[in-house]
């Protein structure tokens, strides 16, 4: 089976800075998204790695080591839209299957 | 471009009945893709289609769900007969792979399927 874990919910401060960590466990590996999801609306494309290392799109960054079936999205100066869910996914193969996990949740408060 | 495009939107329905769900992906992407998401599963893939040819059904819970893609611009997800644990949302994305495109994928509004 394919495993992908996130915690499920995380709580921040507006204007602080928060981590979302991924592991995964898959049969295949070909790249490693992120999607935000506000309740009630449909998931949003965030970032995608496929090579170790950062990649930076203003407020949020994602990080990727293959080796260690690790992921994480840094979130910085958070604001309350920030609030929603994150999902991490798998592309297992060339061909785009994707699993995703179960999502985080997170809250931002004043 | 208009995004992903999902009708209904919402949709109730009882037991036992065929239900229906209706997709258009954005124009010119070669590969569809139907999930389904609920609190207890998460985001759980159903089938994918590239240039309209069903790659992957292994998702699909079981033979009372069906998928076509009749063409690039549409694809239907049908159950029969429905039953209440069918209940979720049902999301429809599409991406390009094409060469030099990107192979993210975009999400439609998803629809909201209630079987009572």
């Known amino acids: 089976g394919q495993n992908i874990d996130q915690p499920t919910e995380m709580t921040a401060t507006e204007g602080a800075i928060v981590q979302i960590n991924c592991t995964y466990q898959t049969s295949g590996f070909n790249g490693l998204f992120w999607y935000q999801q506000h309740a009630g609306e449909a998931p949003t494309f965030l970032s995608y790695?496929?090579?170790?290392g950062l990649e930076e799109k203003g407020r949020f960054s994602s990080f990727l080591s293959r080796s260690k079936g690790y992921s994480y999205l840094l979130l910085k100066e958070l604001q309350m839209k920030d609030s929603a869910s994150y999902l991490c996914?798998?592309?297992?193969?060339?061909?785009?299957?994707?699993?995703f996990g179960a999502g985080t949740r997170l809250t931002v408060k004043p | 471009d208009a995004g992903v495009i999902q009708s209904p939107r919402h949709e109730v329905t009882e037991m036992g009945q065929e239900v229906t769900l209706r997709c258009k992906p954005i124009s010119g992407h070669d590969y569809l893709f139907w999930y389904r998401q609920t609190m207890m599963r998460g985001l759980e893939l159903l089938i994918y289609f590239n240039n309209n040819v069903p790659i992957d059904d292994s998702g699909m819970p079981e033979d009372r769900f069906s998928a076509k893609m009749p063409n690039a611009s549409f694809s239907t997800l049908k159950i029969q007969p429905s039953e209440p644990r069918d209940s979720a949302v049902y999301f429809c994305?599409?991406?390009?792979?094409?060469?030099?495109?990107?192979?993210?994928?975009?999400f439609g509004p998803g629809t909201r399927l209630t079987v009572l």
């Open positions: 994305a599409s991406s390009f792979l094409g060469s030099g495109g990107t192979d993210t994928q975009y």
């Open positions: 790695n496929v090579l170790d």
């Open positions: 996914a798998v592309r297992l193969y060339n061909n785009n299957d994707m699993r």
